[in-house]
Nanobody
Framework: QLHFVESGGGLVQPGGSLRLTCTAS????????VGWFRQAPGKGRDEVSC????????????DYADSVKGRVTISRDNTKNTVSMKMNSLKPEDTAVYYC????????????????WGQGIQVTVSS
C-alpha cells in the first residue's frame, strides 16, 4: 500500500527555522522527482522546491521558487526513503499548508504532474 506522509510542521516565530520531512512507504521514492508545494488560504498550490532522482542520467538537481531561494534547502535520503526541506529565516508569508508530491518520469516538477500527494502539514509563522 502506497503511503506518503509529511512531518515537522507547526508554529514558529518570524526568523525561525523548521525542517519538513516527507516519508514514503510502499514505493521507492528515488524513482521520482519530489517537490514541496504550499497552499495558503484562498490561493493555489505552488511549488516551493524540487529535487530530482539520483540514478541513471539524473543527478538529483534541485530547484527553488524565487520567494524562498537562499532560505530553503531540499535534500533526499534514499536509505530512509525520505525527502526533507530545511526552511530558515521564516516569514509570515510562508504560512501555508505544505505538501510533498512525487513526480514520475521526466515530467516537470509542478503540481499538475504530481502522481502521489502527501496529506499536507500546517506551517504557521507568527509572533
Amino acid at each position: 500500500q502506497l503511503h506518503f506522509v509529511e512531518s515537522g510542521g507547526g508554529l514558529v516565530q518570524p526568523g525561525g527555522s523548521l525542517r519538513l520531512t516527507c516519508t514514503a512507504s510502499g514505493f521507492t521514492l528515488d524513482d521520482y522527482a519530489v517537490g514541496w508545494f504550499r497552499q495558503a488560504p484562498g490561493k493555489g498550490r505552488d511549488e516551493v522546491s524540487c529535487i530530482n532522482y539520483i540514478h541513471g542520467n539524473s543527478d538529483g538537481k534541485t530547484d527553488y521558487a524565487d520567494s524562498v531561494k537562499g532560505r530553503v534547502t531540499i535534500s533526499r535520503d534514499n536509505t530512509k526513503n525520505t525527502v526533507s526541506m530545511k526552511m530558515n529565516s521564516l516569514k509570515p508569508e510562508d504560512t501555508a499548508v505544505y505538501y510533498c508530491g512525487a513526480v514520475g518520469g521526466a515530467a516537470a516538477c509542478v503540481a499538475t504532474n504530481v502522481n502521489y500527494w502527501g496529506q499536507g502539514i500546517q506551517v504557521t509563522v507568527s509572533s
